[in-house]
């Protein structure tokens, strides 16, 4: 079959498996040239590791210098009659394929993170390639539902404002239209809900389950991904249902920290750069500040992509440092070079000026969607998508 990219709204329905292949290489490639990680950790967790920052915190620590073997979780579909799967499948595929050839151990656990059994599986995996421990556990989910334990129900996140109503724009991906919607506030349980499902609880729940199964070695560290961003961001980020999910995250980061010094290790709730993602296109209304944002940082020359984030995180902030650098409230700034206030400002001028008529000249919305197609393995200048894939081919690749 011939592989066309498939987009409703703001989600890829379809992925091409060699397109997938290629973005893995390409962070492997950046990772090796880029200054390296001392003194890392050699047996990595990560939980959501098959896309996004996971991914590129498992490429950064296998390739950039730690040499890691690493354990990654992930809910992603394989190949079936109607499709070949999606590009989180591949990506754990092809990122094992390039590890084994280093001589790295990399195992693939694909199954619902909330859920006993793979938790089991990651307890079991940890005991038969770890012996029996991790030096780093990094979680990286984003999740749209999160089951409640032992009942059929479901928390789902609503990503809403609090308190009052919030217009903004969307831009569509799928027709490259520019759409304003009006987001009316979240209800006091969407806001409950969202914080179940992208709050703190659950990266402590697996924490503590690790401390259990005494899974955590000797100075073990955990980090979670957060987002801050600037004022103009705050009405649909910070301060509706996902920013209270990132105050409880932060929260928890802190009672983690006391646990983890018994094992003379750390936690720490890491504040990441807004970049496209499959999660945060998904976000309504961020879309414009990423246009923006992506327009001034890569003229000032400081855009950085999740591969670069991670690989400066790890060679400059976790790890080879006496300290780990920390701001007022113990977080972990990677957006440091997003928030300077030259950039913001510029920032700012942008979006004043961006309409539904400017948007693609004024911000770069070109390599916003060159960014997505690539997450979905499309718009890869040394791929030949006129040529059609055998299903075979991929039915028997496993992660
Ligand atoms: P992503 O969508 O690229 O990756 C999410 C990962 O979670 C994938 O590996 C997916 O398979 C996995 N996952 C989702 N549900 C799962 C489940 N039930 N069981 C097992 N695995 C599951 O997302 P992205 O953007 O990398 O997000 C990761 C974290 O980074 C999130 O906490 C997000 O809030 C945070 N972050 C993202 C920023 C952005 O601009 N993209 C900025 C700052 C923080």
Same mark, same amino acid.
């Given at each position: ?12 329905? %379809? $992925?091409?498996?060699?397109?997938c ?17 001392? %003194? ?56 094992k394929? !390039? ?43 984003? $999740? ?17 404002p609090?308190g ?23 209800? !006091? ?19 503590? !389950?690790?401390?259990?199964?005494e899974?955590?070695?000797?100075? =073990? ?32 980061s802190? $009672? ?15 504040? =990441? ?84 008529? %400017? ?5 770069d919305?070109?390599g916003?969607?060159? !960014?997505?197609?690539?997450?979905n ?23």
């Open positions: 079959m011939i592989i066309k990219p498939v987009i409703k709204g703001v989600v890829a329905k %379809n $992925a091409h498996p060699l397109g292949q290629q973005a893995v290489k390409k962070q492997i490639e950046f990772v090796k040239s880029a200054p390296q990680i001392k %003194n890392g950790p050699k047996r990595v967790l990560i939980i959501g590791a098959s896309s996004g920052f996971g991914l590129a915190a498992r490429i950064a620590l296998t390739f950039g210098g730690a040499q890691a073997d690493t354990i990654g979780v992930s809910f992603e579909r394989g190949p079936n009659e109607k499709s070949l799967g999606s590009a989180g499948w591949y990506n754990n595929i092809y990122f394929q !390039e590890a084994k050839r280093e001589g790295r151990k990399a195992i693939n656990i694909v199954g619902d993170a909330f859920s006993k059994e793979t938790r089991s599986q990651v307890v079991e995996a940890i005991e038969t390639y770890f012996e029996g421990e991790v030096d780093l556990i990094i979680y990286s989910l984003a $999740a749209g539902v999160r089951p409640k334990a032992n009942t059929d129900e479901f928390w789902r996140s609503a990503i809403k609090i009052q109503s919030v217009t903004g724009n969307t831009i569509s991906l799928e027709d490259d239209s520019w759409n304003t919607t009006t987001l009316e506030p979240a209800t !006091e349980e969407e806001a409950e809900s969202t914080l179940k499902v992208m709050g703190g609880e659950d990266w402590s729940q697996w924490v503590d !389950e690790l401390i259990n199964s899974s955590i070695a000797e100075g =073990c560290k955990t980090i979670a991904f957060s987002y801050v961003g600037p004022e103009v961001t705050h009405p649909i980020y910070l301060d509706g249902t996902l920013g209270r999910a990132k105050i409880d995250l932060h929260q928890a802190h $009672a983690l920290n006391l646990e983890m010094a018994n094992f003379s290790g750390g936690a720490y709730a890491t504040v =990441c750069k807004a970049l496209v993602t499959k999660a945060s296109v998904f976000i309504p209304g961020l879309s414009p500040y990423l246009l923006a944002l992506y327009q001034v940082m890569k003229e000032k020359g400081t855009h950085e992509t999740c591969i670069q984030q991670m690989q400066r995180l790890f060679s400059t902030k976790l790890y080879g440092q006496d300290k780990v650098p920390l701001d007022g409230e113990r977080l972990i700034r990677m957006d440091d070079w997003e928030l300077e206030p030259e950039t913001q400002s510029h920032v700012s001028e942008l979006l004043r000026a961006m309409n539904e008529t %400017n948007f693609a000249q004024i911000g919305y070109a916003f969607k060159q !960014e997505f197609m690539q997450l393995g499309f718009e890869y200048s040394g791929i030949d998508y006129t040529q059609p894939l055998k299903t075979e081919d991929f039915i028997n690749l496993k992660p």
